[in-house]
C-alpha cells in the first residue's frame, strides 16, 4: 500500500512538473516580441493572453496566442494522461494553468489562464470543454464583456463535468474556477462598479 501511494504522489509529481513547464510558456509575449511590437506587459491591460494581444491590433497574433494558450493547456492533460495515467493528465492539465498564471521566467505574473483552462477542459473530455466554450460565448454574445463570459463558462464546467458523469473532472473545474476567479478579481470588482470595459471596447 506504501508502495502504490509512494508511486501515485511521484506520478502526481512528474505530471504537475510538465504542466507547469508547458503552462509557463508565455506565448503571448514571445509572439508580439518577434513581430516587433515590443513587451505585451506594457501595452493594455499588461496582461499576456490573446485579450491584450489582440489590442496591438495584429489579428493574426492574437489569434496564435489563443490556439497556443490553449493548446499547451491540452498538451499537458494529454501527454500525462497518456503516459502516466487519468489522474496525471488533471494534475498536469490545472498546473499547466497555474503555470501560465504564475510562470517563473516572469516572476509569477502571467496571465489569467482562460483560454489555457478551456484547453485542459477540452482535452479532458471534449463534451465538457464544448459546453464551457458554448457558454462563454453565448454570455459574450449577450454582455459583451468578455471577463464575465470567462467567469460565467469557467464556473459551469463543474456543473457540465457532473451532468457527463466525470466527478474528477468536476472537481478539477472547480480548482480551476477558483483560480480564475481569483486572477479575475480586479475585473470583478470593475463589473461590479460598472466600469469594466466592453468586446471591442478600450482597456482598463
Request: with cysteine.
Amino acid at each position: 500500500m506504501d508502495s502504490f501511494i509512494s508511486h501515485l504522489t511521484e506520478t502526481n509529481a512528474i505530471a504537475g512538473f510538465l504542466g507547469y513547464a508547458l503552462g509557463s510558456i508565455p506565448f503571448g509575449l514571445v509572439f508580439t516580441r518577434l513581430a516587433g511590437l515590443g513587451d505585451i506587459r506594457d501595452i493594455g491591460s499588461g496582461n499576456i493572453g490573446a485579450t491584450n494581444v489582440l489590442r496591438t491590433g495584429n489579428k493574426v497574433l492574437a489569434f496564435l496566442t489563443l490556439v497556443c494558450d490553449s493548446g499547451k493547456g491540452a498538451a499537458a492533460a494529454i501527454s500525462a494522461a497518456l503516459w502516466l495515467g487519468t489522474e496525471a493528465g488533471l494534475v498536469a492539465g490545472f498546473m499547466a494553468v497555474f503555470g501560465h498564471n504564475f510562470p517563473i521566467w516572469l516572476k509569477f505574473k502571467g496571465g489569467k489562464g482562460v483560454a489555457t483552462t478551456l484547453g485542459v477542459l477540452l482535452a479532458s473530455s471534449w463534451m465538457v470543454g464544448a459546453a464551457a466554450c458554448a457558454t462563454w460565448a453565448f454570455a459574450a454574445g449577450i454582455f459583451r464583456y468578455s471577463s464575465l463570459a470567462a467567469l460565467l463558462a469557467l464556473a459551469t464546467a463543474p456543473a457540465f463535468a457532473w451532468w457527463f458523469g466525470r466527478l474528477d473532472i468536476s472537481l478539477m473545474a472547480a480548482a480551476l474556477a477558483l483560480l480564475a476567479i481569483v486572477r479575475h478579481h480586479q475585473n470583478i470588482g470593475r463589473l461590479i462598479r460598472g466600469d469594466e470595459s466592453k468586446i471591442g471596447g478600450s482597456s482598463k
